[in-house]
């Protein structure tokens, strides 16, 4: 037993070597950040608001894709932020194609409302011969607060929408692949005092990426006296019940005060004079016949 001890103890010393030298190529393998610090880009896209992924701040996108579908990402951007939407998109060989394309990109808010560019190319068209096409599109300042009916742009998530608008029949579903790139200048300090503050981001991401701020907490909902009386598993029993006792009672007083006495009218119409005498014989009485 000491002999096969001694063996095994050996045996462990000898790979300790072996150990030695593949720690450092283990360490190597891992995945590490980039030297920046800003995360992997994503490799995917979403086909609808819905579905669109969430970008962190500074994490691009790229994304091997199919001619003809709708791409959706969404990024966040808070008070005082200029926002930046820069694409650029490697179409399908040119031995594939048969005509030109049209490509365009959109960016709506977190209501969906399409947000208007103040520079840049939202809509580009590369001929045949082109490779590729470049597209960007600059938001306005995000604003602390707006009036209800106007469309400014407000804190929390923004989605950017790459369609293909003019494509041959042919070439839809030729494989091409997107670059995004989302960049933002300013913040609260920038902003311009408007006199008023919005509560909570309008829509904040929610999964898949970083939101830039915060929501605020859920405010408790206020008690009154009468909060309890619709609340509760036995609420709508109870309020079932009390409707039909209601309602019952309802039905037996109007009954009372519309009913008349059996056997007597209404003064309003007067009373029947009582009939007397014996009743007179009809025509065929006594003669016998029916």
Do not use: I
């Amino acid at each position: 037993m000491r002999t096969s001890f001694l063996r095994t103890a050996a045996a462990a010393l000898a790979l300790l070597p072996a150990l030695a030298l593949t720690a450092p190529a283990a360490s190597a393998a891992s995945p590490s950040p980039s030297a920046s610090g800003s995360p992997a880009p994503a490799n995917k896209a979403g086909t609808s608001f819905l579905t669109a992924v969430n970008l962190a701040p500074g994490q691009d996108a790229a994304v091997s894709v199919s001619t003809g579908d709708y791409l959706y990402w969404a990024f966040g951007a808070a008070e005082g932020q200029t926002a930046r939407v820069d694409l650029t998109v490697t179409l399908a060989p040119s031995a594939d194609r048969h005509d030109r394309q049209t490509w365009s990109v959109e960016v709506f808010d977190g209501l969906r409302r399409r947000q208007a560019c103040t520079a840049g190319t939202q809509n580009a068209t590369a001929e045949q011969a082109v490779g590729s096409l470049t597209l960007s599109c600059t938001l306005r300042e995000v604003r602390s607060w707006a009036e209800p009916w106007s469309g400014d742009p407000l804190p929390g998530s923004y989605y950017v929408r790459l369609s293909a608008s003019d494509v041959p029949q042919s070439d839809l579903g030729l494989a091409a692949s997107v670059q995004l790139r989302v960049a933002a200048k300013g913040d609260a300090d920038n902003a311009q005092p408007e006199g008023g503050e919005l509560r909570a981001p309008l829509v904040p991401p929610a999964g898949g990426g970083a939101a830039t701020a915060k929501a605020a907490a859920p405010e408790e909902p206020e008690d009154h006296w009468y909060t309890g009386w619709f609340s509760g598993w036995n609420s709508r029993w109870f309020w079932t019940l009390a409707g039909g006792a209601l309602a019952a009672l309802a039905g037996v007083a109007g009954y009372t005060l519309t009913r008349h006495p059996r056997g007597r009218r209404p003064a309003r119409y007067g009373t029947v004079p009582p009939q007397s005498g014996a009743p007179q014989p009809g025509p065929y009485a006594g003669s016998g016949q029916p």
